[in-house]
């Protein structure tokens, strides 16, 4: 059974970095074909990408986000960190996190975890 | 940059079809993944590579993909079926998602 649970701040003061951790089980990111990634969505918005890494450490970033993060795995720990920086009350948003394979399908998500920005 | 169109909204009576597009430039050439998503849910992948349906997921669940047009078909819609749906594709390492499309069951 394949599980993942976001972590992290809830509040995050403004031109602070924020930085979310991904705990999963049931797969293994040192398996072929396997990546996980993640996904904000702002109240009542819709779905935006903004990283994937994979089991062989390729890392994409949103075009858009690019200069700003981050995504790094510890396979030891099951655990995939996403850093972003320079937050703003725009970044205001539920972060998921999902694990996902070679054709690109998010299989399972994470419950998400809302992030606040504000001072 | 790659762009998703769907429409903000889609109506179906009860036990009808329902039928979500999902606008693309040559979005045929690409694989379409498809998911709902319940207030307050995370979203849930409910068709992927165009047309396969993950364990779970109904029958009554289906999807095309040709030219320039992505289709997510729900048959004999139920009132639990009522969410959003967004539609996802890969385009240069990067994944896009549509606007998003609320179904309503009336």
């Known amino acids: 059974q394949i599980t993942l649970k976001e972590s992290g701040p809830t509040l995050v003061q403004p031109t602070q970095t924020l930085t979310l951790t991904c705990t999963f089980s049931g797969f293994s990111l040192d398996t072929s074909g396997v990546g996980v990634g993640w996904i904000r969505q702002p109240p009542g918005k819709a779905l935006e990408w903004l990283a994937l890494?994979?089991?062989?450490?390729?890392?994409h970033y949103s075009p858009s986000l690019k200069s700003r993060l981050t995504i790094t795995k510890d396979t030891s720990k099951n655990q995939v960190v996403l850093a972003m920086t320079n937050m703003d009350p725009v970044d205001t948003a539920t972060y998921f996190c999902?694990?996902?394979?070679?054709?690109?399908?998010?299989?399972?998500w994470g419950q998400g975890t809302l992030v606040t920005v504000s001072s | 940059s790659y762009e998703l169109t769907q429409p903000l909204s889609v109506s179906v009576a009860l036990g009808q079809t329902a039928r979500i597009t999902c606008g693309g430039n040559?979005?045929?050439?690409?694989?379409v993944h498809w998911y709902q998503q319940k207030p307050g849910q995370a979203p849930v992948l409910v068709i992927y590579?165009?047309?396969n349906r993950p364990s779970g997921i109904p029958e009554r669940f289906s999807g095309s993909n040709s030219g320039s047009t992505a289709t997510l078909t729900i048959s004999r819609a139920q009132a639990g079926d009522e969410a959003d749906f967004y539609c996802?594709?890969?385009?240069?390492?990067?994944?896009?998602f549509g606007g998003g499309t609320m179904l309503t069951v009336l």
């Open positions: 996802q594709v890969w385009d240069s390492n990067t994944a896009i």
């Open positions: 040559n979005i045929g050439n690409k694989i």
């Open positions: 590579t165009d047309s």
């Open positions: 999902a694990h996902t394979l070679t054709a690109g399908q998010l299989g399972y």
């Open positions: 890494i994979y089991w062989d450490d390729n890392k």
